[in-house]
């Protein structure tokens, strides 16, 4: 029996030291926080096993780490700078993983396609026909969604390993080097990543810069359903944006330009509504997206510091999630496009409307747009923004 502790304790102690030596990444060192199983609340939906991460894509080895207080707790991995898990307690205490997703890294190589959790870039959002022009110069990207390019290309940031330095257990440095060209776009863009925890809840602040001119808008692409990851449609969460305008989109998801009010559609989120009342409402823009796949004008425009945007709460757990950023827009996907097809990390389908994201960021294809604000980065200029998830419960 001692024997047997013995070398359970030896095991564990090795491991320990294979997770530090075997990490690509730069870390500040082993902290519980970045051992998932020490990291566990009791009773806790289950947290990623770090070593389902540490598997190579292109020639890099992914890996994940985990950033801890005493009521929240989130995993990220490197691979696309993605959010994992996401636990947050509901009103009775008990923590419930709001973010959808999968518990491997083989989990997100299959479906690359519904951009889980993850960080999206070059740009977020759509660029019509792939194409943009600056400087007097042409740029094409590659088309990867109906006739325009979407999210960063065929193999934009969520499908690339990011460096990360973890700065204590509650700060994670994420860096990626994009050279000149990479997926069409000009310059080479050094983007730096931090997601902080918070008391309640995540901060993720972007830094950028680049050696040419070119175009940028950073975002997080996390699915969210406040009743827990896997427990169905989010029809019943009621939703806030401080929004009276919104941008209308053709077939294809580009907006024409008009910037329309939002008073007497059902886009009008100013007071709470549940989000499924109007989802499928007689509405030609409704019908464009399938459901709400739009850009919302946020009120007060960009701004320095981050300032609410959008609350959304469960009445069924109780939690309450803030929206704060310093961005312009807001992507409200309602999940439309999931099919049941994936599965997520509690073995459970992610059908039609089973999490809905709030994509932060600078309008759609604003390179297009002259009227819309400038998502033109130049050489000695930093782009900065930040956006934060807060939460409470009711
Ligand atoms: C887009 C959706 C798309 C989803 C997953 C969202 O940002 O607006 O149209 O299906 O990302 O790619």
Not at 1 to 26: D, I, P, R, V
Not at 311 to 328: A, R, Y
Not at 337 to 366: A, I, M, N, W
Request: with cysteine; hydrophobic share 30%; charged share 20%.
């Amino acid at each position: 029996m001692k024997h047997l502790f013995l070398t359970a304790f030896l095991a564990a102690l090795l491991t320990g030291c294979n997770q530090k030596n075997t990490s690509q990444q730069e870390s500040s060192g082993m902290t519980d926080s970045t051992t998932t199983s020490a990291a566990q609340p009791s009773g806790a939906p289950r947290l990623a096993e770090r070593t389902a991460f540490q598997k190579e894509v292109d020639g890099k080895k992914a890996d994940l780490f985990v950033l801890k207080n005493d009521k929240l707790t989130v995993s990220v991995t490197t691979y696309g700078g993605r959010l994992v898990n996401l636990l947050v307690p509901d009103r009775n205490g008990k923590p419930v993983d709001v973010s959808l997703g999968y518990n491997s890294l083989d989990g997100y190589l299959t479906n690359n396609e519904s951009y889980f959790g993850t960080l999206v870039g070059r740009y977020g959002n759509r660029i019509a026909k792939g194409k943009f022009t600056l400087d007097g110069k042409t740029y094409s990207l590659p088309v990867n969604n109906g006739p325009n390019s979407l999210h960063g290309g065929k193999k934009g940031f969520n499908a690339r390993i990011w460096n990360a330095r973890q700065v204590d257990d509650k700060t994670l440095e994420l860096t990626y080097v994009s050279k000149d060209g990479e997926e069409g776009y000009p310059g080479t863009l050094t983007t730096v990543v931090t997601y902080t925890l918070q008391d309640n809840g995540i901060r993720i602040d972007y830094r950028a810069t680049s050696d040419k001119s070119t175009v940028v808008n950073l975002t997080n692409h996390t699915y969210f359903n406040l009743n827990g990851e896997g427990s169905g449609p989010i029809g019943d969460h009621l939703l806030t944006i401080s929004a009276d305008r919104y941008t209308p989109v053709d077939t294809t998801l580009i907006p024409t330009g008009e910037l329309a009010p939002v008073e007497g559609t059902p886009f009008d989120f100013r007071k709470p509504t549940p989000i499924g009342q109007r989802a499928d409402a007689d509405h030609p823009q409704i019908k464009a997206g399938g459901g709400y796949d739009h850009n919302f004008v946020l009120n007060g425009g960009q701004t320095e510091t981050p300032r609410r945007i959008a609350t959304v709460e469960s009445p069924q757990s109780g939690i309450v999630m803030n929206v704060l950023t310093t961005e312009p827009g807001v992507q409200f996907y309602g999940g439309n496009f999931l099919t049941g097809q994936e599965v997520g990390k509690s073995g459970k389908p992610y059908g039609k409307r089973h999490g809905f994201c709030l994509e932060t960021q600078h309008f759609p294809d604003s390179p297009n747009q002259p009227d819309f604000p400038s998502t033109v980065l130049k050489p000695g200029q930093t782009y900065r923004t930040t956006t934060v998830y807060e939460f409470s419960t009711k």
